[in-house]
Structures are given as C-alpha cells and as structure tokens.
C-alpha cells in the first residue's frame, strides 16, 4: 500500500474509473486505523451524532481550484485537518493534477515523505496524520492526444507541451512510485469484454502481501509498508541479486533518476515480489518496477 500512482493518458481512456475502483482491492482497515480516522474527521467537525466508527477507507477527490490551506489543513489558530489528513489510511485522488495550482501541489511533498501535517501557529504546532495513498491523473497534453494512436491529431505546440508538464516540478515526481501510461481502449475490447481477474481476487493477493510486509515490520505497526522502509531496511529486506543492481545501475544511468528515485524503484520491487509471493527480489520484479517509470523513461506520448 501507498505506493503513488500517476495516470496519464488521453480523455475517456479511464484514468477516473480506475482511480474510483482502487477502494475495491485494499483491505480492510485495522481497527486502528478506524479509530484514527474517526478521530480526523471528528476533530474535522464532519462526524454527525448519529456517527459510528468509520470502517471503509476514506476516498477524497477535491477540486482542482482547492487553496493549500484547504489540501493541507489550517485556518485560525486552532487548525482543522486539510484533504490530505482525510485522505488519512485511504486515497487522495487529484483530477488533471497540472491544472491545480503549482504552489498547491508543492505543499503535498511534507506528507508524502513523512506522513504527517505539521503546521505551526504562533504559540503551538499542531501535527496531523496524513498518510494516504496519492492517485494523480493527467493528460499527455493540453489537449490531450498527444502521441494518441487514434486519428485525433494533437494540436498544441511543443512548448505548450513542456509549460503543461513543468506544473508537475522534479521533487514531487519523484515522490511518486508509479507513472503508468493509460492508452485508449479499442473498441473491439469494449464490445468482447474479455474475462479478467476479479476485484475480490486481486484484494486476496493484496491482503496477502499486506500480511507478509506486517510480519516483516512488525516493530513498526504503525505503518507496516514497503513505502515506508528506511535505509537500514532497503539494506535489510530489499537486497538485489547481481542481475537485478546491474538493470537498476543501467536504468539510473540512462534515465538521471535520483537517489530518492532510485529507492522507490527498490521499494516497488519489494513490494511486486511480495505480491508474487517470492521472498528474494529477482531482476524480472526490479525490472517491472522500472517499467512503472514512465515518465521519467519518456514514453508517455
């Protein structure tokens, strides 16, 4: 869990109904975090009398015209959690992520990497939770067929192209684990509709390997995820064969990713071995792990 995801893809290939299925394969909240997302939005004012314990994991999906203060928390000397505090234990999902403004965005980067709110007031500090699993969507473009295999044509010019994804700046890119391309559907799908695996069996595999990252950080419960590994535990838990730092070594060299990225990559890695039930890392998961990168490969378009 929490790894970010990036979505960019041409209008109507889906970006939206994917990020609204997300809910569907993560697991059940612990009463844990029950209680604390309870107490966010207890605190936040929008628990009613007749509220009980929140069960299902939160889904937010604020408006690209959203001030900082309202994503992050604020208001008076007494503070109320942001979106992103009541994104807390589930999704924040950012519609057409370069048309919020760039200064809104920045503010994400204290709660990606920690996972906490810390906003300061004259004479108290007040520290939120806010660890949630960021879903952005994007277009390639302003008019968002760029490199479309269909017969639209995309109209805007390179440089239109550049100012539109300048918005997403370097340190917030590489707090995002997964850059996936979402291409349009072809109609022959749409009307065949193959057969494919089901929510409820993706949500068991999920849960399984949500069970093996709680055993492995068990001296950590509050958040026991690969997205959260140190560096003593990238050493630890996510150590690369030969084969795997040699593709990893090759993948930095050629696309400048940054250390910050690179440990993401691992941290991918540890999670899709997970997922496939291996205990060791293998070059075939680092290798899928560089393919989510698509950003930084440049193949988006």
Do not use: W
């Not at 844990?32 to 605190?43: F, L």
């Amino acid at each position: 869990m929490y790894h970010n995801v990036l979505l960019v893809g041409p209008p109507g290939s889906g970006k939206t109904m994917l990020a609204t299925c997300l809910p569907s394969i993560m697991p059940d909240m612990t009463m844990d975090e029950s209680y604390d997302v309870t107490k966010i939005y207890s605190i936040a004012g929008q628990l009613t009398r007749n509220s009980g314990l929140i069960r299902e994991r939160p889904f937010r999906s604020p408006h690209h015209t959203i001030t900082a203060a309202a994503l992050i928390g604020g208001g008076g000397q007494i503070p109320r959690p942001g979106e992103c505090s009541l994104a807390h234990g589930g999704i924040l999902f950012l519609d057409e992520l370069p048309e919020f403004s760039r200064h809104v965005l920045e503010v994400l980067r204290q709660p990606l990497e920690a996972g906490v709110v810390t906003i300061g007031r004259s004479r108290q500090v007040f520290t939120f939770p806010a660890r949630f699993l960021l879903v952005g969507s994007m277009n390639p473009c302003p008019c968002g067929f760029y490199g479309s295999r269909d017969q639209r044509e995309c109209t805007c010019t390179p440089q239109q192209i550049q100012k539109y994804r300048s918005k997403l700046s370097g340190p917030l890119l590489d707090r995002i684990d997964l850059h996936l391309e979402v291409p349009r559907v072809p109609v022959t799908l749409l009307q065949e509709r193959p057969q494919a695996e089901s929510s409820e069996e993706i949500r068991r595999r999920v849960e399984a390997a949500r069970a093996i990252q709680c055993e492995r950080y068990r001296h950590r419960p509050g958040a026991p995820f690969n997205s959260a590994m140190n560096g003593e535990e990238l050493r630890r838990y996510a150590g690369l064969d030969r084969e795997g730092q040699k593709l990893l070594q090759l993948a930095f060299e050629t696309l400048g990713l940054s250390a910050r990225a690179y440990n993401r990559i691992v941290k991918v890695a540890r999670t899709i071995a997970d997922l496939a039930g291996a205990e060791q890392i293998e070059a075939a998961h680092v290798a899928e792990a560089i393919r989510y990168r698509a950003l930084d490969r440049g193949v988006v378009g």
